[in-house]
């Protein structure tokens, strides 16, 4: 089985990582039909936020809140 992994990140906020990760998800999802697993470790859960409203096919949903499991 072969697995792709695309991580994006960037110390800087408001650069658009949740928006390229949503996509990305999205696209790999709906018209390459991938099995698609999207993990979210930003503490707003932007990304898995704009995809569950989508209603994207093929495409699992994970949130990593890393503040909340580190302060608990």
Same mark, same amino acid.
């Given at each position: 089985?072969?697995?792709?992994?695309?991580? &994006?990140?960037?110390?800087?906020?408001?650069?658009?990582?949740? =928006?390229?990760?949503?996509?990305?998800? !999205?696209? /790999? !999802? =709906?018209?390459?039909?991938?099995? &698609?697993?999207?993990? #979210? /470790? #930003?503490?707003?859960?932007?990304?898995? =936020?704009? &995809?569950?409203? !989508?209603?994207?096919?093929?495409?699992?949903?994970?949130?990593?809140?890393?503040?909340?499991?580190?302060? !608990?």
């Amino acid at each position: 089985m072969n697995t792709l992994k695309i991580l &994006v990140t960037s110390q800087k906020g408001g650069v658009g990582k949740s =928006t390229i990760a949503a996509n990305i998800a !999205a696209y /790999f !999802a =709906t018209l390459l039909r991938k099995q &698609v697993t999207l993990i #979210d /470790f #930003d503490h707003q859960g932007t990304s898995s =936020t704009w &995809v569950r409203r !989508a209603h994207v096919p093929n495409l699992q949903i994970k949130i990593c809140d890393v503040l909340s499991v580190r302060d !608990a």
